[in-house]
Structures are given as structure tokens and as C-alpha cells.
């Protein structure tokens, strides 16, 4: 991005001043940590509002009404993380460009396309009185803090970049829901894919795609009805396929660079663990709730800690910054979590156009006119030139929505739940912080705006449950799997599984509820979710350890957290082991003989000092590139993805089908062989020929990037240097400790409040000059989330500072 702009050595100088000019925040800032109290005169305030910060800068708000707790919110956190808020809603309108130049013009173009700018603006509109009333307060309160801040006082970032903020608005809060849509609900690439290997034998085809899995842990249903499998047909153009499969994968990378620069990316939408356990399973006998949402690491983190405190509710937990209320948390009597479902929500249709009037297309009333969007996207001119170049972009919308692909004549148009205004009404997270029972929380639910939520819940009488919250279509035919022709009605969606039919579960006689991006539904559920579900690794192991125990505390929980075993690493080991083992008879031996004697010793674990994971890793990595490539050719597997692909590799390498094995290899020992000679290269290319650094550790590093940081010299102050992780979330098969994509800690504790635990990756704050910039960083690498309190006592005993915000009369 920045680093690869062109910075004349004439401007270093004038960079390094604004480097080294420390950041002073103002009077008016409420980040800074203090030992007495201070007052600030806030115009838009209608009566006095206290914020307590504790030691990890965590902001207490309490306020006398709703739209001063609001107000206060925006405030403190603008004074927190104010340009990531900008970064988010420029993300998600798409301009980015602005202010990074040319170097994001594609990104701004996709996000354009999509139109998110245009969707909230509608949202917004519409809201209800009382939605409009939160998000009004929370960006009033965002703007009084940018309207205390001056030329010393901005951000670095803003500095840096020579820019200012424009006013935040009601809209700006719903784009961020966007964001997460995206990162989310992201699948249709996924429909083009499966049509590319239609030509595959049946059996080959089901085993590339597999849906279900002995080791799956299922919350609703169970496995007795045999789903009909997806009908590709046998015959395509692969030359055209393979074409139209690498736009998809251009499309893909410039999503994970945009995702990934604002700490949302998630690989294969799997993001996240949570559990709940009832109070016969706990030593205290009430429940333990526990969630670690798995999104791309980031500087600043995509949370900020928070607790909230009005008449009408007290609520604590995280939130992204720019959202009003707690996304995850709990309240005085519930307590929440999410994981992401990966339900299928998008669909792509093959329209027919016109060639005689390329802005008109077929459908089955004839010949209808293209909506075309107009946008013009502002592109900075260089690093020290904030001034910008317009380009223009045209965007062809159908009756399915914008055409988001194009190759070779064919056009491509996406319907999507997040496009949908009158789909997703503006809503906020008001009803569900303060609901106090399963019945209050399930009428929340029931205008949860996001992507669709494996959401669990406890309660302090005790129970527990989970409901799968968000839209689903329904459609006319098929279930979205692959591309529909558009210029028929067999794609059209004619509704959505009704709120009372999606999956949920209250008080389960097992007294426990386990998700973690897993099949949840068996076969008996009467609608369509998705095909495409996360690998079981993580949910199994989960329940596995829950059951070792009869009677679980809090530290039983983090430990579950941390857990770094990886069941598809361990299987690989051993199977590698037991085929080689009796194929070793050469001098030249030894080391692969050594390397096979700790592969039949290793307990699966990836620790940051294993010495046997990265060899491991890297055969398996060779083992699935070799076996992918025989199956489907080197060009399609370029942009295969299949996130239980995994559990057919664990299926050949522990059986080794003849019909499998490459073709240049008489046998799966010759295989494994040569798969070994390329791990062994790959780690002394990326780690050097010093085997003593070949640690799990050194091969992945935990890095949490800020997009400025790669920039000369004032990047710098961005900069957190790499360091060794434990735990996978793809490499091996996923662990329950994903490293540094582990966003969040957290375990609830009905019992007592004061004694729920919750932390985040690095720290409160977006400036790096500031004490809570990475201050929580510790706790995060030991999996030891301190206590957040939530009681006025508790509370009172952690403040290290108070603000007092006073209304100007």
C-alpha cells in the first residue's frame, strides 16, 4: 500500500518532524490515564455523565438517560480509536483511495460496486424513532470529540496522512455492520468453483467437497435422512472455467487485503469459539459461558472493552469501534457470545444481455433496462500530495444485484442479504444489552441485523441455550449452490426460514452447548444452511476436554482456550510414520528416520518450541498440493478452497487409495518421501539451513500490522515486532487456539459477575504513545484474561481515573 508509494528523499525530512513530534493529546481527550479527577464542558450533553477508566484504560460510562450514555460512548471511544473509525467506513464506502492512493483503487471499486454506501443510507432512513435516537446520540457524541481536537491533538495517523475527519453519521455506524457481512457471509465464490468441477467423477467430486464427518458435533438434529448431493452435470468449457476462476481468485485476494488491513479477514468464514456449560457440569454450579472470536490480528484490535451503565440498563463487553452498545458481553442477568455460521446468504445469477444493447437483459417478462450506478472515487496523487484525481466507475445493477463479475461476455450479478434495505432495517444492539431473560433474549434476536450468529447465552437462574440468529433465503428451486440462470425465476428467493424455525436449543439435557464454525445441524433439519462448513477439529476437541472434567471452573475454561492440539496434525504424523517406517534401509536415512521416531512420539500439540510441527506442516502442506493437483489439475487448484477438504486428506493419508495417488508415485512411501525433500526446503527457504530454529514458533509468528506501519521511518511507531505463537488455524487443521487470530478472550460467569474474564489482543487505545496501546498483549499470549468488573463496588475499587463530561449550559 504506502510502502509502495513513491517517497522522494526530499520529504524524509519533513516526514521524520511529524514523526517525532510527539502526540499530545488535548485537554478534551479522554484517554488519558489520570489519578484525580477532571471535569470537561461537552456541548450536546443534557445532564452529567461519569466515565472511570481502571488500569487497563477500560471506560466505565455512567450516565442519568439513554442518549447521554450514547453520546458519551461515541466520545470516549473517538478519543480511543477515532481514525480506525474512519478507516472502517472508508473501508466499506470505498475510499479508501483518498487517502492511501492508487495502490487500494481496486478495493474501492469492488466496495462500490457492492453499493454499501448507498444500502445504509436507506437503513438510516428508515430506522425506527428509537434506533434513530441511539445512533444520532452516538455520532453526536463522536463529533464533539472531533470538534475538540486541533492541530497538535489529531491522531498521528490524520497527521501523517495530511487529513481531516469528516462529521460521523448515523450511517457510518450500520457500513461497519457491512464490514462484517463481508468478512462473514462471503461464499458465491465458492458457487463458480463447484461449477468448474462439474466434469469430475461423482465420487471424486463429493470427496473434494465433503460436507459431514464422524467427528462432527452437532447442536440441532441429527444424521438419518441421506441429502441429495449437488447436481453439477458432467460437461464444461474448462478453458473458459479456468479463465473465469482467475478473476475469482484476483477477487479474492483484493477482499483479504481489504479484510485484513481492518482486522476482519477470517479464513473460509470460520471465525470463532464458544461454548456454554449448564451449572451440573461446574464446580459453582451456575454456568460458565466462554467465546474467542477468530479474526485477522490487527493494530489496533478489532474490539474495544467497554461497560455501560444507564437506567434502563448496565451492560459490559466489546464492541468494533463506531458500533453503539456490546456486540459480545453481558448484562446483569445474561450473558452472550457469538461464532459465525457460514450460511449460504449470497448468490450469483448468469445474466443474459442484450448484444445489440449491452445496458438491457433478458428476463422472464423480456427485456429490461440495467439500473447504472454512477460513481466517481477520489484518488490521492502521492504520499506528500493529499490532492486527488477523480475516476470514474459504472456500475450495472440488475434485478439480482450489481455484476461483481465479468469475463469473456459473461456477467455476473450477486443478490446478497447485506444489500437487501428493507431486508436489514437499522437496528442496533439496544435490546438485546438488556435482556434479562431466554424470552426477552430470543425477541432481540429477532432483529439481529448482522450476518448470521451461533449465539449462545446463560443466565443467572442458570440456564442456557443457543439460537442461530440472521436471514436465510429460501429459493425456488436448488439452494444456491451453483450459478442460476438469471433470466429465469428458478433462483428467485421467495422467503426466509422463518425466525422459529431456525436452529436453537433451550436447557439441552447434556448441559452442553458447543460451536465453533462446525456442521450444526444434522441431516433431518428441514432447510438449507450452507454445504460449505468449517472443519470439526476445533468443536470436537472442545467437547472432548469439557467431558474430561465433571465439574469445570473458570480456569478449566482457559485452558480450553489455550489448547493447541491438532487432531489432523497428529493423524498426518502418524500415518507418515507407520508407512515410511519399514521403507528406511539406506545410510542416507537417519534424519528422516529421526524425524519419523519424534512423528510417533509427538503428542500433536503445537507449542511455540515444537520442533516437530513445522516438518510436519510443511509435508502435509506438500502432501495436499500433490494430491490436489492430480485430482483436479494444477490450474483449478490454484483457486480450489474447501475448509473440510482437510477431512478427506486425513481419509488418504490413513487408507492411501490407489485411485488417489499421483500418478508419478508407485506408492504413498515414495510420496511421502518427496514430500519430505519439500518441507525440508520450504523451511530452510523461509527459516534458514539452521535446523535449530526450525520451531513452530519461528515458522508462525503472531503479527499484528497497522496499515501505516510498512511506511519509511514513520511507520515505526506503528510497528509490533512478530513473535513466536502456539496453535493453528489452518495450517494443521485447526487447534482451538488459532494464534493470532484469537481476537478475544472471553469467559462469563453468572455466578458472579466481578468474576467474568475478558480481554483483547493489544490495548484500548489507537495511539501508540499511549499506555493501553499494548498493555493487554501479555495476558492475551498466556490465555489469562484478567477480570473485568462489573458491580458499582467492584468498579469503584478499579478506577484509577475519573472524567466527569458536563453539559454546557
Known amino acids: 500500500m504506502l510502502r509502495k508509494c513513491a517517497v522522494l528523499p526530499a520529504f524524509f525530512s519533513f516526514l521524520i518532524i511529524v514523526s517525532l513530534s510527539s502526540f499530545r493529546a488535548s485537554a478534551q481527550s479522554a484517554t488519558d490515564q489520570v489519578t484525580t479527577t477532571k471535569t470537561l464542558h461537552v456541548a450536546g450533553l443534557r445532564e452529567q455523565v461519569t466515565v472511570r477508566r481502571d488500569e487497563r484504560g477500560i471506560p466505565y460510562i455512567e450516565a442519568k438517560n439513554d442518549d447521554d450514555l450514547y453520546f458519551a460512548q461515541g466520545y470516549v471511544t473517538a478519543s480511543d480509536r477515532l481514525w480506525q473509525m474512519d478507516l472502517f467506513r472508508r473501508n466499506a464506502r470505498g475510499e479508501l483511495a483518498e487517502i492511501f492512493g492508487s495502490s487500494v483503487l481496486e478495493e474501492d471499486k469492488r466496495h462500490r460496486t457492492f453499493g454499501f454506501a448507498h444500502v445504509v443510507e436507506e437503513e438510516a432512513a428508515q430506522a425506527a424513532p428509537q434506533v434513530k435516537a441511539v445512533l444520532t446520540a452516538y455520532a453526536n457524541g463522536v463529533n464533539a470529540y472531533i470538534a475538540s481536537l486541533d492541530a497538535k491533538s489529531w491522531p498521528p495517523e490524520f497527521q501523517l496522512l495530511q487529513y481531516k475527519p469528516r462529521p460521523w453519521t448515523p450511517a457510518d455506524s450500520l457500513i461497519i455492520v457491512k464490514n462484517f457481512f463481508e468478512a462473514l457471509s462471503t461464499s458465491w465464490r465458492l458457487d463458480l468453483m463447484r461449477e468448474g468441477l462439474a466434469d469430475l467423477p461423482a465420487a471424486k467430486r463429493e470427496a473434494m467437497l465433503p460436507e459431514t464427518s464422524t467427528l462432527d458435533v452437532l447442536v440441532v438434529g441429527h444424521d438419518n435422512v441421506k441429502k441429495a448431493s449437488i447436481n453439477t452435470g458432467n460437461r464444461i468449457d474448462l478453458k473458459a472455467s479456468n479463465a473465469l476462476l482467475r478473476e475469482v481468485g484476483i477477487d479474492a485476494e483484493v477482499e483479504a487485503r481489504s479484510l485484513a488491513r481492518i482486522g476482519l479477514y477470517s479464513d473460509n468464514l470460520a471465525a470463532s469459539n464458544n461454548w456454554v456449560v449448564s451449572g451440573k457440569h461446574t464446580a459453582s454450579g451456575k454456568p460458565l459461558l466462554a467465546n474467542d472470536p477468530h479474526l485477522a490480528a490487527s493494530a489496533p484490535p478489532i474490539w474495544y472493552m467497554i461497560h455501560l451503565r444507564a437506567p434502563s440498563m448496565r451492560v459490559a463487553g466489546v464492541t468494533a469501534a463506531g458500533l453503539p452498545g456490546i456486540v459480545i458481553g453481558h448484562n446483569d442477568h445474561i450473558a452472550w457470545g457469538f461464532t459465525n455460521v457460514g450460511a449460504d446468504v449470497q448468490d450469483v445469477y448468469l445474466e443474459k444481455f442484450d448484444p445489440q444493447n449491452p445496458k438491457r437483459y433478458l428476463t422472464p417478462a423480456g427485456w429490461r433496462d440495467a439500473e447504472i450506478r454512477?460513481?466517481?472515487?477520489?484518488?490521492?496523487?502521492?504520499?506528500?500530495?493529499?490532492?486527488?484525481?477523480?475516476?470514474?466507475?459504472?456500475?450495472?445493477?440488475?434485478?439480482?444485484?450489481?455484476?461483481?463479475?465479468?469475463?469473456?461476455?459473461?456477467?455476473?450479478?450477486?443478490?446478497?442479504?447485506?444489500?437487501?434495505?428493507?431486508?436489514?432495517?437499522?437496528?442496533?444492539?439496544?435490546?438485546?444489552?438488556?435482556?434479562?431473560?431466554?424470552?426477552?433474549?430470543?425477541?432481540?434476536?429477532?432483529?439481529?441485523?448482522?450476518?448470521?450468529?451461533?449465539?449462545?447465552?446463560?443466565?443467572?437462574?442458570?440456564?442456557?441455550?443457543?439460537?442461530?440468529?440472521?436471514?436465510?433465503?429460501?429459493?425456488?428451486?436448488?439452494?444456491?449452490?451453483?450459478?442460476?440462470?438469471?433470466?429465469?425465476?428458478?433462483?428467485?428467493?421467495?422467503?426466509?426460514?422463518?425466525?422459529?424455525?431456525?436452529?436453537?436449543?433451550?436447557?439441552?439435557?447434556?448441559?452442553?452447548?458447543?460451536?465453533?464454525?462446525?456442521?450444526?445441524?444434522?441431516?433431518?433439519?428441514?432447510?438449507?444452511?450452507?454445504?460449505?462448513?468449517?472443519?470439526?477439529?476445533?468443536?470436537?476437541?472442545?467437547?472432548?476436554?469439557?467431558?474430561?472434567?465433571?465439574?469445570?471452573?473458570?480456569?478449566?475454561?482457559?485452558?480450553?482456550?489455550?489448547?493447541?492440539?491438532?487432531?489432523?496434525?497428529?493423524?498426518?504424523?502418524?500415518?507418515?510414520?507407520?508407512?515410511?517406517?519399514?521403507?528406511?534401509?539406506?545410510?542416507?536415512?537417519?534424519?528422516?528416520?529421526?524425524?519419523l521416531a519424534a512423528f510417533e512420539k509427538w503428542d500433536g500439540r503445537l507449542s511455540a518450541d515444537s520442533t516437530v510441527g513445522p516438518i510436519a506442516g510443511q509435508m502435509r502442506i506438500a502432501f495436499r498440493t500433490r494430491i490436489i493437483n492430480a485430482a483436479i489439475g494444477e490450474e483449478r487448484a490454484r483457486t480450489f478452497g474447501w475448509a473440510n477438504f482437510d477431512l478427506t486428506l486425513d481419509w488418504i493419508i490413513t487408507a492411501q487409495p490407489a485411485d488417489w495417488l499421483p500418478k508419478e508415485f508407485k506408492s504413498y512411501a515414495e510420496l511421502l518421501r518427496a514430500c519430505y525433500a519439500d518441507?525440508?526446503?520450504?523451511?530452510?527457504?523461509?527459516?534458514?539451513?539452521?535446523?535449530?530454529?526450525?520451531?513452530?514458533?519461528?515458522?508462525?509468528?503472531?503479527?499484528?500490522?497497522?496499515?501505516?506501519?510498512?511506511?519509511?521511518?514513520?511507520?515505526?511507531?506503528?510497528?509490533?515486532?512478530?513473535?513466536?505463537?502456539?496453535?493453528?488455524?489452518?495450517?494443521?487443521?485447526?487447534?482451538?487456539?488459532?494464534?493470532?487470530?484469537?481476537?478475544?478472550?472471553?469467559?462469563?460467569?453468572?455466578?458472579?459477575?466481578?468474576?467474568?474474564?475478558?480481554?483483547?489482543?493489544?490495548?484500548?487505545?489507537?495511539?501508540?504513545?499511549?499506555?493501553?496501546?499494548?498493555?493487554?498483549l501479555p495476558d492475551w499470549r498466556a490465555v489469562t484474561p484478567p477480570a473485568f468488573p462489573f458491580t458499582e463496588a467492584a468498579i469503584a475499587k478499579a478506577t484509577r481515573g475519573i472524567l466527569i463530561l458536563e453539559p454546557v449550559k
Open 374 to 595: 454512477h460513481e466517481e472515487i477520489k484518488v490521492r496523487k502521492g504520499f506528500t500530495d493529499s490532492a486527488t484525481d477523480t475516476v470514474a466507475l459504472d456500475v450495472t445493477v440488475t434485478r439480482h444485484g450489481p455484476i461483481i463479475l465479468e469475463k469473456e461476455g459473461r456477467r455476473y450479478a450477486l443478490r446478497w442479504t447485506a444489500l437487501d434495505p428493507q431486508l436489514h432495517r437499522a437496528s442496533v444492539n439496544q435490546s438485546l444489552n438488556s435482556a434479562r431473560n431466554w424470552k426477552e433474549f430470543k425477541a432481540a434476536l429477532q432483529s439481529y441485523p448482522g450476518p448470521i450468529q451461533n449465539m449462545v447465552y446463560a443466565d443467572e437462574k442458570g440456564h442456557i441455550g443457543y439460537y442461530a440468529a440472521g436471514k436465510v433465503p429460501i429459493r425456488k428451486s436448488g439452494d444456491g449452490s451453483l450459478p442460476y440462470d438469471g433470466s429465469t425465476d428458478a433462483g428467485e428467493w421467495t422467503t426466509y426460514i422463518p425466525f422459529d424455525k431456525l436452529p436453537h436449543l433451550y436447557d439441552p439435557r447434556a448441559g452442553i452447548i458447543v460451536t465453533a464454525n462446525q456442521r450444526i445441524v444434522g441431516q433431518n433439519y428441514p432447510y438449507f444452511l450452507t454445504h460449505s462448513w468449517a472443519q470439526p477439529y476445533r468443536a470436537r476437541r472442545i467437547l472432548d476436554l469439557l467431558q474430561q472434567k465433571p465439574k469445570l471452573t473458570a480456569k478449566d475454561i482457559r485452558a480450553i482456550q489455550g489448547d493447541t492440539y491438532t487432531r489432523a496434525g497428529e493423524t498426518f504424523a502418524r500415518a507418515s510414520a507407520k508407512t515410511l517406517s519399514g521403507q528406511l534401509s539406506s545410510p542416507g536415512d537417519e534424519q528422516l528416520r529421526q524425524t
Open 679 to 776: 518441507g525440508r526446503q520450504a523451511l530452510t527457504k523461509s527459516l534458514g539451513a539452521d535446523e535449530s530454529r526450525w520451531t513452530w514458533g519461528n515458522m508462525a509468528k503472531a503479527r499484528f500490522p497497522h496499515p501505516l506501519a510498512g511506511v519509511p521511518l514513520v511507520g515505526l511507531q506503528f510497528a509490533i515486532q512478530p513473535f513466536p505463537q502456539s496453535g493453528t488455524g489452518v495450517l494443521l487443521g485447526a487447534s482451538v487456539n488459532v494464534g493470532s487470530a484469537v481476537s478475544m478472550h472471553f469467559i462469563a460467569d453468572p455466578g458472579d459477575w466481578d468474576e467474568t474474564q475478558q480481554g483483547i489482543t493489544l490495548g484500548e487505545s489507537g495511539i501508540p504513545t499511549s499506555p493501553h496501546w499494548v498493555d493487554q
